[in-house]
């Protein structure tokens, strides 16, 4: 073991800590998620491969033998949604990032869903963040309207031509409306939830946007992000929510920031 320990070199350490940094990032962010399932059949198969093997099982040996050959394959066609969002999150920026949303405009979001919630009137609307979502605002109606609860309630009105599909805020104006969002294929949904909570969703596992779903059924409002629905019971909670998303991130930056900034006026 010291002997091991001793011959092992700086870059032998800096690899490990690497490729373990790399699977618990993996692990994140299947955790959850119908890979997991996708994962624990491929291990198995693996190990039936082994097992069959060894007992000299010829032709269920020749099966798993070319299935394997091609497990490249399989996983990029298999796991497409799951790469295409892991990518997506090593591509953001590791700097700070001012947020687009200012306090007043989380304020008209916020009056919006209540108004909306009480009156049972449905509505999806989703606040951009790092990710662009420029593929599902060409699918919409381009509006590039000031961000106001009264706007925001007559699109969502069930005689407005527009309140199917979702409303995208961008950089705190009302870019789009009527936008199509990709479902989720989480098996896991509980089967409360409608078809805006499942676009919702499925926005949310291929993004980093946060996404408000107003039920006309239930009255209950729910925050996306993440691929997690958390729902809100109240006007307070709502506030308490995006106000730590948005609003308390712009004051706590990234201690290197911290560090800068204490550095250039010291």
């Known amino acids: 073991m010291l002997d091991v320990l001793s011959a092992m070199r700086w870059q032998d350490i800096v690899d490990i800590l690497i490729v373990s940094y790399v699977i618990y990032r993996i692990i994140l962010l299947i955790r959850g998620t119908r890979a997991v399932q996708m994962l624990l059949g491929i291990v198995v198969i693996t190990g039936l491969y082994f097992i069959s093997g060894r007992l000299d099982l010829l032709t269920l040996h020749w099966l798993l033998k070319t299935f394997l050959s091609s497990i490249l394959l399989i996983i990029i066609i298999v796991f497409q949604s799951d790469i ?19 306090a007043r405009d989380i ?18 609307i989703i606040i951009e963040r790092a990710t662009g979502l420029r593929d599902y605002i060409e699918l919409g109606f381009r509006l590039d309207a000031r961000l106001v609860h009264e706007l925001l309630i007559s699109i969502f009105l069930p005689s407005s031509p527009m309140h199917d599909g979702g409303v995208i805020i961008h950089k705190g104006r009302i870019h789009s409306s009527g936008c199509l969002l990709p479902l989720s294929n989480n098996p896991n949904i509980s089967k409360r939830y409608g078809t805006r909570h499942r676009a919702a969703l499925g926005l949310s596992e291929e993004t980093d946007a946060v996404i408000i779903v107003v039920s006309e059924e239930t009255q209950e409002i729910s925050l996306v992000s993440q691929g997690k629905i958390t729902t809100l019971r109240d006007e307070e909670a709502l506030t308490s929510n995006l106000q730590k998303i948005f609003i308390n991130q712009e004051h706590t930056g990234p201690s290197w920031r911290n560090w800068f900034k204490k550095t250039k006026h010291s």
């Open 84 to 102: 295409r969002r892991a990518l997506t999150q090593m591509g953001k920026t590791p700097f700070h990032k001012t947020h687009d949303v200012a």
């Open 107 to 124: 304020n008209e979001i916020i009056s919006a869903a209540i108004y909306m919630a009480r009156r049972r009137i449905g509505a999806l």
